[in-house]
């Protein structure tokens, strides 16, 4: 009976890691951008050392990769809003200065005219350097990740100027993985380092942006499964104390 009640109560702690990321996606079910990366499933798997070769306990396997499937795609009309194509990921610099990658495609100028997302990571330019937008300019960007700036103040005729090329990169064959500030990072690569653009060329959608590929209603039977995973996992506790007590209590001298 101590057995099943370990093995009940271990199924219940390989499960919580699970539980903990179903519950993040709901959470983000409507930041822009956002890809979900988490997969778990929980085997039963020998287990080695002194007892029974016949002894089994669940352990979880987990697989944290994220999942460039594409959102919902919103137009919202505004200039500096781009939604990124296929597994287009766009470079930005984190809070301690190393390249990440991201789908967050919310652009804007901040108070030193320097273009970001609505994270407040700096968007990168194919060299590496942000990408500054002189105050009073109108700002557009092209589908390939051009960036230009147009003084209003002059006539129609005067071309648009070249303020540089987003950061795009193809991530089609490489693995990405979730940083702690929730930037993307490659598999097998240092921290903050680039990579080769896939056989794809980027592209982005202007004027519209790129909901979370989380579905909720997905997310919702996935929470409902652990819920009823974890009832039977107590039950079978609680069922297994009342064996022990009926056997006690037949023990008793009458």
Known sequence: MDRL??????????????????????????TIGFKRSFEASVRAIQVNGPGLATRMQPQSFTEDYIQLKAGTVMATGNNLDVALSGSSVLGVTAADGQLGFTRRGDLRVNANGVLENGSGHLVRGQGGAPISAPAGLVITIESDGTVYGRDPAQTNAAPPVALGTLLLRDASEVKLQRRTDGLFSVVGLEPGADFPSGPQSPRLTPGALEGSNVNALNVMIKLMDQSRSFEQQINMIKEAKATDESGESMMKPS
Do not use: D, K, Y
Not at 6 to 30: G, K
């Open 5 to 30: 009640a370990f093995n009940a109560v271990a199924a219940i702690n390989e499960q919580r890691v699970a539980r903990q990321m179903v519950t993040n996606e709901l959470a983000n079910v409507s």
